[in-house]
């Protein structure tokens, strides 16, 4: 009788698939995080691009700078990190990435740091180059310490930008 249990194999491939299940969860938490995890990169890196790409835009003389002096207004500056963090003017929209405030964003003007020439010269000076810094995000994870990539991980992106106006 022992010798006729012990030639059943019947229950194998269940005893195999057991085995073999933790590492093939921890694959599978492992991989969603991993795909999370670059795609929320790419959504702050996306935003802070387009953050600067909206303060390229605006006007040199009237809103930004006077000769090297910056002279950007409070008004311009939430207006840059509202794009940035929400993708509106509005304040209050929804982050982009969960956490991420707009009063995160960190707007940065210099004032005669790019080139002369160009449509530049009619400034009598270099033109002024705007650097949009999304300060450290919290990653939000998505199955904390399953997905082997926690909250405790920052996240940043820095973009810049000559302003070229309208």
Not at 129 to 136: A, K, Q, R, W, Y
């Given at each position: 009788m022992i010798a006729r249990f012990a030639s059943d194999r019947s229950g194998s491939p269940a005893a195999e698939f057991v085995l073999m299940l933790p590492i093939m969860l921890a694959l599978l938490f492992g991989t969603f995080e991993a795909g999370h995890f670059f795609w929320t990169q790419h959504k702050i890196v996306k935003a802070v691009r387009d953050g600067a790409r909206y303060a390229s835009r605006l006007n040199i003389q009237d809103k930004l700078c006077n000769g090297a002096t910056s002279i950007i207004s409070?008004?311009?500056?939430?207006?840059?990190?509202?794009?940035?963090?929400?993708?509106?003017?509005?304040?209050?929209?929804?982050?982009?990435?969960?956490?991420?405030?707009?009063?995160?964003?960190?707007?940065?003007?210099?004032?005669?740091?790019?080139?002369?020439?160009?449509?530049?010269?009619?400034?009598?000076?270099?033109?002024?180059?705007?650097?949009?810094?999304?300060?450290?995000?919290?990653?939000?994870?998505?199955?904390?310490?399953?997905?082997?990539?926690?909250?405790?991980?920052?996240?940043?992106a820095k973009s810049s930008a000559a302003v070229v106006g309208l």
């Open positions: 409070t008004q311009t500056i939430q207006d840059i990190q509202n794009v940035t963090a929400t993708g509106q003017l509005a304040a209050g929209g929804v982050s982009k990435v969960p956490g991420w405030a707009a009063s995160n964003v960190q707007v940065t003007l210099n004032c005669a740091s790019f080139v002369d020439t160009g449509i530049y010269t009619d400034l009598g000076g270099k033109g002024p180059l705007v650097t949009i810094s999304s300060g450290n995000v919290d990653y939000p994870s998505l199955f904390m310490t399953l997905g082997f990539i926690n909250s405790t991980v920052k996240m940043s």
